[in-house]
């Protein structure tokens, strides 16, 4: 069974920094397509950020150049840094894994995906 778990979020003033990991289990890992998404309150989920099982990358405008993604084949581990960090970046940040491929312009498509995991929150502060 596929589980997927974030952690790194936190509380950090605008202009810092914040790294979110999700620890993946239960799949072979390199083979999928990996993503990160948020939801801020009263707002629409969107994508972040994803890497396909090659390591091409996706991202959101509004990120690029702040945001990085990565992933550890090894440990299992997709990773977020996320720096310059802006109040309207505040929301619950979520993991996200299919196995089968995703063209890369569906990359930041949340329906693309089967496998969530909990979300961890970020909150940024002016």
């Known amino acids: 069974q596929v589980q997927l778990v974030e952690s790194g979020g936190g509380s950090v003033q605008a202009g810092g920094s914040l790294r979110l990991s999700c620890a993946a289990s239960?799949?072979?890992?390199?083979?999928?397509?990996m993503g990160w998404f948020r939801q801020a309150p009263g707002k629409e989920r969107e994508g972040v950020a994803a890497?396909?099982?090659?390591?091409?990358?996706s991202y959101a405008d509004s990120v690029k150049g702040r945001f990085t993604i990565s992933k550890d084949n090894a440990k299992n581990t997709l990773y977020l840094q996320m720096n310059s960090l802006k109040p309207e970046d505040t929301a619950m940040y979520y993991c996200a894994a299919d196995r089968r491929p995703i063209k890369w312009w569906l990359l930041l498509h949340g329906t693309k995906y089967n496998y969530w995991g909990q979300g961890t929150q970020v909150t940024v502060s002016s």
């Open positions: 239960g799949y072979t890992y390199s083979s999928y397509c």
């Open positions: 890497i396909d099982s090659d390591g091409s990358t």
